[in-house]
Structure formats: structure tokens, C-alpha cells
């Protein structure tokens, strides 16, 4: 697969700002098609108004506000789509935000997002949005922290690999940022434990030699620990190996399972500090 087709997911917070430059550099690396995709919120309501009468003079102005963020949006988009020569279009559309993007995610090769926010839920009105897309659009979603500054993403990678479906299915929609690494460590957590997957003889040695194949840098690793938050002990190794992008399979057991008893997907949306790449 290569990237020719990137969605980025805009709204009127300063933190697009980052969002954007790094959707704006992977086009340009990959001779790619950006997108920027605006969604305007249904009505927000307060918990405590829930039974309270809202005005259509409230409604209004919160829509128009809305509407005024798009216009803002939109010149910052085009901004760096002409700063980088890029082949853009702005799109937008009103709606629940995570079935919109998780929608129009469907025709892009990679959507970015960010990771949402709960303190402000008036621009991050689903602080849920990267889960939502991951689970929607059947394609790969790149995840951007809320804070940081991330230039030259990619250049040296993690794959998180456990021989599970989605793990393939995540290394392979990241070959074209995998070829481009200068460097990629595949990480098996407890690769000898029998609900850890198929591994064959030597953990991570036939997913190594399938990367390297396609002309992927690749160093094989695995480690054993009492944890029982595999997340915990991807984001150490990934800190120790000073890692700028982390490549996961997503929700190998149930969402719901995950949210409520924890995960390795859960743990990766709720704490890295580093961009996330997601498949299922």
C-alpha cells in the first residue's frame, strides 16, 4: 500500500496547528493527497441542562461559533497545503464527529487525529474521536498527543508485535513510513507465554525477515516482565529507545473489554507521549 491519500482531522483548537504540519510533511514525503476535514458539532448540552429548556437563540450561536472556527481553520489549512505545494481540498460537514470522520477515514489511505480532550468538550466535544475512527473506518489512524512537538515523525519507529491479526494488519498499512525509517524495532512483550500468539521457533524473527524484505531497517527484540499492563512496558522501552512513532494492532480483545479492564490499546491512547499508529 502506498500513501496517497491522507485525511487530517481540523477544528479550531491551537493544537491543529502541530496536527496539521505533521499531515502536511507525510504528504509531501509520500507525493500524497491531503484532505483537511472540518466537522461541525451537533449542539452541545451541558449534563446539568440536560432537562433545562435550550433556547434556538443558544443554538444559533453556538452553530455560528462553529461555523466561525471553520472559517479560521480552513485559512490555516490551506496555508500549509500551499506552503508545501500540496494537492488539497477542504472538506466539511456537520454531524456526530466520530462516525463522520470514522466515514470519510474510509476513502483516505491514513487519517490523523488527536488524542481529544475532556477539559474542553466544546472543540473536543469526544474526547473518544481516535477509538471511534480506529473502530469505524477499517483503515489505519495515526494518533497526535495533546501536547509536544513532533518534527520528523517516523524516523525511528516500534512495531508492537504480538503474531495477532491486527498486529499484520498494522504492520502492513505502516510499510510505507516503515520503508522510510531509519531505524525499526519489533517488540514482543512475553512472546513464551501461551496466550501471547504464535511466534514460531524465534519471537519476531519471521515478521524481521518480511520487513526486511520489503527493505525495512529492522532489529528484532522481545522481553519478559511480571506487568501486567503490556502498555506500560511498550511505552518504557519505547522512551529507553527514544522512539518517534509507535506501530500497533488495535483492540485485539472487545473496546469494551478494553475500556473497562484495560488493554494494550487503552493504555497506548491514554498515555504515550508519542505519535500512535492504529490498524484493526
Not at 508492537?160 to 520503508?179: I, M, Y
Amino acid at each position: 500500500m502506498a500513501l496517497k491519500n491522507i485525511l487530517v482531522h481540523i477544528d479550531s483548537s491551537d493544537r491543529c496547528t502541530e496536527r496539521l504540519g505533521i499531515a502536511a510533511m507525510l504528504a509531501k514525503q509520500h507525493d500524497a493527497h491531503l484532505s483537511g476535514l472540518y466537522v461541525i458539532p451537533e449542539p452541545f448540552y451541558p449534563i446539568y441542562a440536560e432537562s433545562a429548556f435550550i433556547s434556538a437563540e443558544l443554538i444559533d450561536s453556538m452553530e455560528a461559533e462553529a461555523r466561525e472556527g471553520s472559517v479560521v481553520a480552513e485559512k490555516n489549512f490551506r496555508a500549509h497545503a500551499d506552503q508545501q505545494g500540496l494537492p488539497a481540498e477542504w472538506r466539511e460537514e456537520q454531524g456526530p464527529i466520530g462516525p463522520v470522520v470514522g466515514r470519510q477515514g474510509r476513502y483516505a489511505d491514513l487519517t490523523i487525529v488527536a488524542k481529544g480532550n475532556l477539559d474542553d468538550p466544546m472543540k473536543f466535544p469526544n474526547p473518544f474521536l481516535a477509538a471511534d475512527v480506529v473502530m469505524e473506518s477499517g483503515r489505519p489512524v495515526l494518533v497526535i498527543p495533546n501536547e509536544g512537538h513532533f518534527e520528523g515523525v517516523g524516523r525511528r519507529m516500534m512495531v508492537c508485535w504480538n503474531a495477532s491479526r491486527e498486529a499484520v494488519r498494522a504492520v502492513n498499512d505502516a510499510l510505507p513510513l516503515l520503508k522510510r525509517a531509519d531505524k525499526v524495532t519489533v517488540l514482543a512483550v512475553n512472546p513464551q507465554k501461551s496466550s501471547s500468539g504464535d511466534h514460531g521457533d524465534i519471537p519476531c524473527a519471521d515478521i524481521a525477515l518480511h520487513l526486511a524484505r520489503h527493505g525495512v531497517k529492522t532489529e528484532a527484540a522481545s522481553t519478559m516482565s511480571d506487568i501486567d499492563d503490556i502498555g506500560e512496558i511498550i511505552l518504557s522501552r519505547a522512551f529507553d529507545l527514544d522512539v518517534d512513532l509507535i506501530v500497533s494492532g488495535a483492540y485485539g480483545h472487545s473496546r469494551t473489554r478494553e475500556w473497562i479492564l484495560g488493554g494494550v490499546t487503552e493504555t497506548l491512547l491514554r498515555e504515550a507521549e508519542m505519535p500512535v499508529f492504529l490498524a484493526h
